[in-house]
Structure formats: C-alpha cells, structure tokens
C-alpha cells in the first residue's frame, strides 16, 4: 500500500495539473521508460499473423526488407499493416457485432487524418510495404478517399487495399480508384437477399451485387469474403461457386471465428475440409492452385471458370507461422495479432509533447517483439489444429501450477492469458474516505484551497484504473473500454464515498483496475484535503462486483 501511495502521489504529479490528466496521457518519458522496459522485457512472445494473396502480393512481401523494429523473436518481417479507421458500422452482422453496436469512443479519441498518416509513414519507413484500410467499415470515414491518395504518395508503400462491406461502393469506388487503391475486399455472406437482412440487419444485398460487379468493370479482381455458418448459408457453398463462373472475383470462405460477444459455437464451424468435399462432390476437377508465401487463403479453383476460390482456415489450420501482419487499431493502438489485447497506445505516445519518432518506432519494436508464434498461444507444430476456448482454458489450467504468479523456478510471472477467451469484463469497487464535519462542510461548499475535491478525486481514480498495470507488479496492461468513477459527499456521516466501474473486452479481469481506481482516488481526497486536518481515514476498500471472467462476484 506504502508503494502505491508514493507511485501514485508520483502519478498525480507528473501527469495531473495539466489538461493531460483529463485525457489519462502519459508523458513522453513515460512512453520512453515503457519502450525501454517493454523492450527489455520482450523476452517472451506473443502473436499474429498472416498475408497475401496474387502475384503482385509476393513480389509485396519478397521485395520489403523490414528493419528489425518490424522483424519479431521468431525471424517474421512485418510488411503488411492493417488500419482500422473506424470502429462504426452502417451493418450488424450478427457474428461481428451485438445489435445496438458496440460502445464508441469520442472522436478525439480516434486517429484523425493526420495522425493515421504519421503513423502510417512510420510503419512504411520502417518495412512495411502493403496497407489495407478495413474497420468496422472503413468507408463511413469521410477522409477515406483523401487517406488512399495521401498512402499512395508515399513512395515506398507498393500497396493500398481496403475491406469494405460493399454497401456504398457505387458511390465512392471511382473516387477511390482515382486516388489509387489498389484492390479491394468485399464481404457477402449469402447471395440471398433475405438471408442478408437477417445477418446484417440492415437493408442493402442489391447495392452490395452491384459494388461488386462495379469493381469488376473498373477492372479490378475483388475477393468477396464469405464467412461460413452451419444453419445459415452451408447451403449456398455452390452458389458461390457458381458466382465464380462468369465473374472474376476471388470468393474466400472463412471459418467462423471466436470474437467476443458473437455467440460462438464449435458446431456452427464449417470447416475448409468439409466444404472442399461438398464442392468436389459437384465439380470433382476442383483444384488447388499455387499459394504466394504469405497467403492467408488457400487458393483453388474450378478449371474453366472466370474467377476462383480460397479458404481462409484460421481455425483448423492456422498460417501463424508465415504472419506479416500488424494492425493499428482506430483508437492508435498497435495490435500484433488479431487475436491478441491491444498492446500500447501509438496515439498518446505522438500525442505526447515530448515523444520523438525514434520513440514511437521503440514502441512499435517492442510490440512487435512480444508477439507470440502462434495465437492458440501453445506449441509449435504449424500443422496443429487450433484449440477451441474450452480446450484452451483446459490446456492452461494444466500448465499452471498452484501458484499462478510463480513459474517452475520460483520466479514471479505474469498469467499468460493469451489463450484466454475475449469476453466483456466488469468490475466494480468502493471505498470510503472519512473527513470529519469540517471538511464534510468545505468539501460540500467547494470551498478548499486546493479546488473541487470530488471532482479531481474523479478524474485521479480514471487515471489511476489506466495506470494499473505500472503500478501492481504481476498486473496485465490491460485496455479498458470504460472506467466510471462517482464520488459522492455523504454529508450526515461525514465522508465520501467512492465507487468505480471498470469494464473491457479482454482475456483478463479488472477487478484491479476497479480498486486502484478507488484507491487513489481516496488518495487524492486525503491529498486535497490535508491542509486542513490529518485526520482522515480511509476505510472499506473492497471489491464490490465483477462479471465476464470464470466465476462472477456479487458482494452481499
Ligand atoms: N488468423 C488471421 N486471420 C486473418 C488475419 N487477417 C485477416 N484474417 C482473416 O481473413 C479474413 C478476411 O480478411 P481481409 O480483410 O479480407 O484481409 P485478407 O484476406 O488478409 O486480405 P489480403 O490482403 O487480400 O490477403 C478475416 O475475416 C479473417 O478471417 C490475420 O492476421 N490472422
Ligand atoms: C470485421 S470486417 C471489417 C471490414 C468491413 N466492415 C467488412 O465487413 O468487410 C473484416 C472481415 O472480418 C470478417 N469477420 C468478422 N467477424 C468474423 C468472425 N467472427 N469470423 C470470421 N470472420 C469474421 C468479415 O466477414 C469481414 O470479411
Ligand atoms: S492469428 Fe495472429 S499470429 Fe496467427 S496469423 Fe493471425 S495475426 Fe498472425
Ligand atoms: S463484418 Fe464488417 S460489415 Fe459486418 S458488422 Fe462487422 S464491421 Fe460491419
């Protein structure tokens, strides 16, 4: 407690009194201290993937010679970043997104034009060599057109691509062509009108067809994405080959993925197997065709026909080994993997005054440095068949022994989560600060020197869930979708109570998160408030509720 109280006073001090302390941005140095020690302790791994797809894709990732910053602990050069502009959707296909949405961040708290091409700059002066733009959708950005002219002038960059779901491409498409994009994925889970509304939600399968059938005539080979659901559209898998034989399109099948919060179910993977035999069992001269090195999808095709298809089997036979891909994520963090937390925020390091580009590039090293082999996160056989959640909550409960904070030689560790499920994780925590009548008065008249105690307590307990991870040894850095802190004067008992609410999509729980919240915020009230008298007592820091994690906690 003694730690936390300094590091905490510390905190306040360095970060606070500025405007800085609103938005939770730590210092250039900070991020200076975070580049060095997450670099130095980048002794482990962690993960990603992934690739191309045509020629022109080889020659991509043949031709780039990533820096070290992009090389990771496994030899895998980095030279393809995905961008997500945007977390917004215009559609709510059911396994991506709940319903209402997901919870969106304020705008400033998103890359703007520039910040996306900075980073971008940086990613490409450092190896990478192929940008695809994707989302949420990327094409409700209004800049989108502006952000593929401006990646196309820089000119190491050989490609800029973009994976859209097709709905307002009549629209922007020969813009976008104008600004030279360079290919373009397009998602459709059925060719039936009906079953698009049920999966998406929306209206709009007629505009898809014809963005799709635009890109053709522009002259471009666009890959239409085609998640395979049992009970939903294993029906239609000769449909689309069939839309493969006078179209030159690419269709890709994907196995169904885990992500959070979109009711995943073993059964409901149809796998590339399987549907390789429902198609040979219709067209038996359907064939592999060669794959680029860091292909994703395994390509095939009907002999005669105008396009092909491909599968993209992430689930039963995973192409980890071959990843060349990044992600930057809309809100500026650098993820290494798609199945991995997001790692460290790229946007407050370059929003951050004193942070120089050879600081950022630490960064994204050191990301990079801890991305795993693979993301089922355990061996190393490449042709392994990927473990389901389940499996991997079993696996790694056998791994661990008693102590989960201690390895095999005694040593501290950290819980390795990676192969955690993602759910949505709540926490919630309180505790009282004790003032005494004279203060409960200053405090309720806002009459302290030091300024309006609830609020600032407030604002230090959202900071202070944010700066966890630094301050308890063993705790993951984890990123949190929200941190609610209420402080309240109960004015007839003298004290003020405080509570906080902390909730994430994560592998890990945040419970932690929650109770350094309330702990420093009851810090800060004793620090606004000593002045006047030392006698102040906080009291019943305790965890309150949690939910999303193995066993859900309600206190009584
Ligand atoms: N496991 C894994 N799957 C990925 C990754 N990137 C994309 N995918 C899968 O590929 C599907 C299609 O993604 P797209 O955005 O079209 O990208 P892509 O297929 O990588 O695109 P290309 O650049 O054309 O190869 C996604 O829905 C995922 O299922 C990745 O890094 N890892
Ligand atoms: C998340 S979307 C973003 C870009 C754009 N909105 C789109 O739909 O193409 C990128 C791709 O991820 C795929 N996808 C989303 N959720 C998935 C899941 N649970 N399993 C497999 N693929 C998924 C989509 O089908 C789409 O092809
Ligand atoms: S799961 Fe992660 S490591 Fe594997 S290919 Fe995808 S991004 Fe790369
Ligand atoms: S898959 Fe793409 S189009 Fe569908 S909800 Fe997700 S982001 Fe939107």
């Given amino acids: 407690m003694r730690l936390l109280v300094k590091r905490s006073n510390l905190l306040l001090l360095q970060c606070t009194a500025q405007l800085r302390q609103a938005t939770g941005m730590a210092t250039g140095s900070q991020f ?56 917004r ?52 950005r209004r800049d989108i057109v ?30 976008l062509q104008r600004a030279g994009l360079d290919s373009l994925n397009i998602s459709l889970d059925t060719l039936r009108k009906e079953r698009f509304e049920q999966i998406t939600r929306r209206k709009g399968w007629e505009r898809v067809i014809a963005g799709i059938d635009l890109a053709i005539q522009l002259g471009y080979r666009p890959k239409v994405n085609c998640v395979l659901m049992r009970n ?15 179209r030159p399109v690419d269709v890709r099948f994907i196995e169904y993925m885990p992500f959070t919060g979109n009711k995943w179910q073993t059964e409901r993977l149809i796998s590339f197997k399987e549907t390789v035999q429902t198609i040979r069992q219709r067209w038996p001269e359907f064939q592999p065709l060669p794959n ?8 095939y095709a009907v002999p005669g026909f105008a396009g092909q ?59 990079v440095q801890r991305k795993k082999r693979q993301h089922a996160g355990i061996g190393s056989d490449r042709s392994r068949t990927l473990l389901h959640p389940h499996q991997l909550q079993l696996a790694q409960q056998r791994n661990c022994s008693g102590l989960t904070h201690i390895n095999a030689q005694g040593k501290a560790q950290m819980v390795d989560v990676g192969d955690k499920a993602l759910t949505t994780r709540t926490a919630s925590a309180e505790a009282t600060v004790h003032v005494g009548e004279r203060l409960t008065a200053l405090i309720a008249a806002n009459e302290l020197a030091k300024g309006d105690v609830l609020s600032v307590a407030q604002l230090a307990g959202i900071m202070g869930a944010k700066q966890t991870s630094y301050l308890i ?67 019943n820091v305790r965890l309150m509720s949690k939910s999303g994690g193995k066993r859900d906690y309600q206190r009584q």
Wanted: hydrophobic share 40%; charged share 20%; net charge negative.
């Fill in 292 to 299: 680029g090195p860091n292909d994703t999808s395994k390509a």
């Fill in 309 to 367: 298809l491909g599968f993209i089997t992430s689930m039963t036979e995973h192409f980890c080994g071959t990843c060349n891909r990044l992600r930057l994520t809309a809100d500026g963090n650098i993820k290494v993997c798609l199945f991995g937390n997001k790692e460290f925020s790229l946007r407050d390091a370059m929003r951050s005054e004193d942070c120089t580009e050879q600081q950022l590039v630490d960064l994204i090293g050191a990301a």
């Fill in 146 to 175: 502006e952000v593929v002219a401006q990646l196309k002038a820089l000119p190491q960059l050989e490609h800029v691509g973009i994976t859209t779901n097709g709905l307002v491409l009549t629209r922007i498409l020969l813009p």
């Fill in 32 to 87: 200076h201290k975070l580049a060095t020690s997450t670099k130095s302790a980048a002794t482990g791994a962690q993960l990603d993937i992934k690739n191309d797809n045509n020629t022109m894709k080889a020659s991509v990732t043949q031709s780039a010679a990533a820096t070290s910053a992009l090389t990771d602990s496994f030899g895998r050069h980095h030279t393809y970043l995905r961008i997500s502009l945007t977390e």
């Fill in 473 to 539: 040894p063993l705790c993951h850095n984890i990123s949190l979708s929200s941190v609610r802190v209420q402080a309240t004067l109960i004015e007839q008992q003298h004290y003020v109570r405080l509570v906080a609410t902390v909730r994430c999509s994560g592998q890990t729980g945040v419970e932690m998160e929650a109770l350094t919240a309330v702990s420093v915020a009851a810090l800060t009230v004793y620090d606004m408030c000593k002045a006047v008298s030392h006698d102040i007592c906080i009291k």
């Fill in 232 to 246: 939903f559209n294993e029906d239609e898998i000769c449909d689309f080959v069939e839309f493969t034989r006078e």
């Fill in 89 to 140: 959707c215009n559609l709510r296909c059911d396994y991506c997104m709940p319903a209402e949405g997901v919870p969106l961040q304020p705008k400033s708290q998103l890359l703007s034009t520039e910040e996306v091409l900075r980073l971008a700059r940086i990613f490409v002066e450092q190896g990478v060599r192929k940008i695809r733009l994707t989302g949420g959708e990327p094409t409700v």
